[in-house]
């Protein structure tokens, strides 16, 4: 659906002020407990706490980061 690169979440971490750095990138999915299978089942480390939720946007958001095959750091989120 929709994508876009991130250059930190809260402004304060390694990424923060740093010329062309991008902490993460963020993918929207429409069932977040699918993609999260699906990247499990590819053998993608998971480094957050599993599927998370936040109170943002309209109705919340729930999503998971993974590390890419280059380290990179991927996140999933399926806004409510």
């Given at each position: ?20 750095a991008?902490d ?7 069932d ?8 499990q ?40």
């Amino acid at each position: 659906r929709n994508c876009r690169a991130d250059s930190n979440a809260n402004g304060n971490g390694p990424a923060a002020g740093v010329s062309g750095a991008i902490d993460h990138i963020a993918l929207d999915v429409s069932d977040i407990e699918e993609a999260y299978a699906l990247v499990q089942g590819l053998g993608y480390p998971v480094v957050s706490q599993g599927i998370e939720s936040m109170n943002v946007w309209e109705n919340g958001v729930r999503y998971f980061t993974i590390l890419g095959p280059n380290q990179e750091r991927v996140e999933f989120n399926q806004y409510l």
